[in-house]
């Protein structure tokens, strides 16, 4: 399985902490963005890959947990999964990621 994540913030230096993370059968990979540089709150997109033999609700809550500490207690982040906005809750990320299978 294969989604989109893209944050943004206006905080800076979250652009250069969140990076590319494999994290047991899970690869996020920062992607280049094609798109006009924006000066306010940039895009920062990620393409995510979950194994095949990983189990999806082990794979979407090691997902949640590294996008929820990079992101929690920072005024005005912003987070989308496969273009969905979601609120930067640790339940609310993982409940996504893993109703993201059953959608497809």
């Known amino acids: 399985m294969k989604f989109t994540i893209t944050v943004r913030s206006p905080d800076e230096n979250v652009a250069y902490e969140i990076t590319e993370a494999k994290i047991e059968g899970v690869t996020i990979k920062r992607l ?57 809750n640790l339940q609310k990320i993982e409940r996504v990621i893993i109703n993201l299978k059953e959608e497809k």
């Open 32 to 88: 280049e963005s094609n798109r006009i540089m924006e000066i306010l709150n940039p895009p920062i997109d990620f393409l995510v890959y979950v194994g095949e033999h990983v189990a999806l609700p082990i794979a979407a809550s090691l997902i949640a947990r590294w996008l929820y500490d990079k992101l929690k207690g920072r005024k005005d982040n912003q987070l989308q999964i496969n273009s969905q906005p979601i609120e930067i």
